[in-house]
């Protein structure tokens, strides 16, 4: 079974659209991440949320809404899509456990390409 | 957290070990060093962390040297699996959020 899923794994959509990108863990962890990859392959969180709090906002324009309806699930929705939205966009997870925050498990990318 | 510098990137010969260095000197006491890789078009993977002391696992060895400034990952008998961009990360280990934060880390390619 795969430990951290997303869906789709690609998306290809036109600017000004409205997308969403679904990411689900079944490790029994508490947190979850969202990270982007641009082209030049640079790595950078986006949000995280722990127990379905938000714990991690970075400079991230208000277009992009991450949701976690539970523990296992946290969702990326991004209106009215740019071109410079393309990137390759990363979910994980990990767990706290007695204050310790534990490596992160990531799924395998939705490749998001708005034309 | 404390900013990694790692070379771009290094070849190994398959069967060889891989030693793989990172420069950490600005690292605190409380900072972990942590390393990930991320094979071609996959999500990082996590490899090993350690704070002081040298630490191995099934994947890696970890080299912290006496002052912490640097480390160097080992990966013992390098196979073509192990082609990636390996990623040296230092983190406090009970900072709020967990932010990873990566840097350009080093693309290895393991020859035959």
């Known amino acids: 079974d795969t430990a951290v899923s997303q869906t789709p794994k690609y998306l290809v959509t036109q600017m000004g659209n409205d997308k969403s990108i679904k990411c689900e863990q079944n490790l029994g962890h508490d947190t979850m991440y969202w990270y982007k990859q641009d082209s030049k392959k640079f790595l950078k969180i986006m949000f995280s949320y722990n127990n379905k709090e938000l714990i991690i906002n970075e400079t991230v324009p208000n277009r992009f809404s991450p949701k976690s309806p539970d523990k296992a699930h946290l969702n990326l929705h991004i209106n009215s899509l740019e071109l410079g939205d393309s990137a390759v966009y990363f979910c994980?997870?990990?767990?706290?456990?007695?204050?310790?925050?534990?490596?992160?498990?990531f799924g395998p990318g939705t490749r998001l390409t708005v034309l | 957290d404390a900013k990694t510098t790692q070379p771009p990137s290094m070849d190994c010969a398959e069967g060889r070990a891989a030693n793989l260095p990172c420069n950490h000197s600005t690292i605190s006491g409380n900072e972990y060093v942590y390393w990930y890789r991320q094979i071609h078009s996959q999500g990082p993977q996590y490899i090993i962390h350690?704070?002081?002391n040298n630490e191995t696992n099934e994947m890696a060895s970890l080299i912290i040297t006496e002052d912490r400034k640097s480390s160097t990952l080992i990966l013992p008998h390098a196979t073509l699996r192990d082609t990636a961009v390996y990623y040296c990360i230092v983190r406090y280990l009970k900072a709020a959020g967990n932010k990873l934060t990566f840097g350009g880390g080093t693309r290895v390619l393991v020859k035959p």
């Open positions: 994980a997870s990990s767990q706290v456990r007695a204050g310790v925050w534990h490596e992160q498990f």
């Open positions: 350690g704070l002081k």
